[in-house]
């Protein structure tokens, strides 16, 4: 599991040209601006609270409020800084080692867009009186603020608790936080495919049944939702069950179009990009190229390839600058969020090495 904030230490510090109060902290691959009265030294144990957390409404947050206490990527005298930086001291006395997760002590929580609420917009349907006497303004602010709330009082979408523990969810490593594994990776073959900002879902069979899920639940077949659409329009049960016959298999992918994050790729109605086939009882996946062939195949798309066979050095800003470009789906010609990174064919599908390089330009874009 991804720590939000772990112990760590300041590697370097470097001084930012015609900055007087702020000077730059290098964490692992990670830097950050931080304010120069905090004394921060070459070799100081800090807490690194990393991007996407959100930090309790506490006092010492107050300069988060505005974004609603959100750690981000910013960018301060030409800079990018990635994460916020703590002294140790912010913490209850104890002994504390590098890597341990302070994650909880602190009250951090992960940022994550709805993707349940934001992939099952039917809303409004068969409860007639919420269109009859409220204001589609009032919805729109109850369902942007409130849409754990809001889905509940509004619509009638039923979300199954619970994701499948057989199978793993989709979370890659920031390659930020593996320096010592890109120093082992490096110059071996590495597929890089496109990471796509949509919605992430899950497609399965097991013991004949077939089931839908979002990132973190089990999806009820007849509930409106975009999950289930796509399946539909795209017959995807009936693809699966004809290829892979009477096999437990998963597959999983990103869910884009319309209604979905903004729906940067310009997508007529949804669409569905398979990245990962896991074989369940084998507890294996099958390799990028495998996946694209067996997608194209079955009549489904697959993430785009955008690096075949690509040998990988250890410099992490290296491979950071590769993550940038426009992204090839739909021909939209935005930046690309980024790259997933995949040993090219592992010689043992048990045990995957992958993370995840996101592109500055595109956090800086849309952040």
Request: proline content about 3%; hydrophobic content about 35%; some cysteine.
């Amino acid at each position: 599991m991804r720590k939000l904030a772990s112990i760590q230490e300041i590697i370097d510090i470097k001084s930012i040209e015609n900055a007087d109060a702020i000077e730059l902290a290098i964490i692992n691959g990670w830097q950050c601006v931080v304010n120069k009265n905090d004394n921060f030294k070459v070799g100081d144990k800090i807490v690194m609270v990393e991007i996407d957390s959100i930090l309790p409404p506490a006092p010492e947050f107050e300069f988060l409020k505005d974004r609603k206490y959100r750690v981000r990527t910013i960018k301060l005298r030409g800079q990018i800084s990635q994460g916020l930086v703590l002294p140790i001291s912010y913490l209850p006395k104890g002994n504390y080692n590098i890597d341990d997760d302070v994650t909880e002590i602190i009250g951090i929580t992960k940022y994550e867009p709805d993707e349940d609420n934001d992939a099952n917009k039917k809303v409004i349907t068969n409860k007639k009186w919420v269109k009859k006497y409220i204001p589609d303004v009032v919805l729109s602010f109850m369902f942007s603020h409130f849409p754990k709330l809001s889905k509940k009082l509004f619509t009638n979408t039923v979300i199954k608790k619970g994701f499948p523990d057989f199978i793993y969810k989709t979370d890659e490593e920031r390659i930020q936080n593996l320096k010592n594994l890109i120093n082992e990776v490096a110059g071996m073959k590495f597929v890089g495919t496109e990471k796509i900002d949509g919605s992430s879902e899950t497609i399965y069979l097991k013991d004949n049944k077939f089931y839908v899920c979002s990132r973190n639940n089990h999806i009820d077949k007849d509930d409106g939702s975009k999950y289930w659409q796509v399946v539909k329009e795209q017959d995807i049960e009936s693809k699966i069950r004809k290829y892979f016959k009477n096999r437990n298999i998963a597959l999983q992918g990103e869910l884009c179009g319309e209604g979905i994050q903004g729906n940067k790729y310009k997508i007529k109605g949804i669409d569905i990009y398979i990245f990962d086939i896991f074989d369940i009882d084998k507890q294996e996946y099958y390799n990028q190229y495998e996946v694209e062939r067996i997608t194209k195949e079955i009549g489904l798309k697959s993430v785009p390839i955008i690096y075949r066979d690509f040998v990988l050095s250890n410099n992490i800003n290296e491979i950071l600058k590769l993550a940038e470009g426009k992204s090839v789906v739909n021909n939209s010609n935005i930046e690309r969020e980024g790259i997933v990174w995949r040993l090219a064919v592992p010689e043992n599908n048990k045990v995957r090495i992958s993370f995840k390089s996101i592109s500055n330009k595109f956090l800086l874009k849309n952040e």
